[in-house]
């Protein structure tokens, strides 16, 4: 399973990757906005997304703002989230956040990527796989870091 969510400068990218991830066979939910308000706040959105991940093992989450920063802070406040900021370039940092950091969320800066740029990078994060060893040392530590 696949949440998703974004804020208003997300919105209309949103549209596109659920889309996108559907002609795959990804079974995605929505996590909001469902209407798009140039008023509203990413947290109300990205918290309960990420939230659902953290509740879901084996689960991802996308998530979309202008710079994806914010979104990245609010999804990293669920315990159990690692999520991985991404707006365009080079797309090894998409491999590199699954294969040595293990994150379950990407975080979009729509203002600043393509949406070449965007199914390729989602391809990726699904695509790639953790490689353990070393770096599972490491994400155990972060886990432990959780806790206090």
Known sequence: MIYIASDHAGFELKKKIIDQLKKTGQEVEDCGPFAFDPADDYPDF?????????????????????????????????????????????????????????????????????????????????????EDGRHGRRIDKISKLENH
């Open 46 to 130: 990205v918290y309960p997304c990420a939230l659902k991940v953290s509740q879901n093992p084996g689960s991802m989450g996308v998530v979309l703002g202008m710079s994806g920063n914010g979104e990245a802070i609010v999804a990293n406040k669920v315990k159990g989230i690692r999520a991985a900021l991404y707006y365009g370039g080079h797309e090894e940092i998409v491999k590199l956040s699954r294969q040595h950091n293990n994150a379950n969320v990407l975080s979009i800066g729509a203002k600043f990527i393509t949406p070449e740029q965007v199914e390729r990078a989602i391809d990726l994060f699904i695509e790639t796989g953790f």
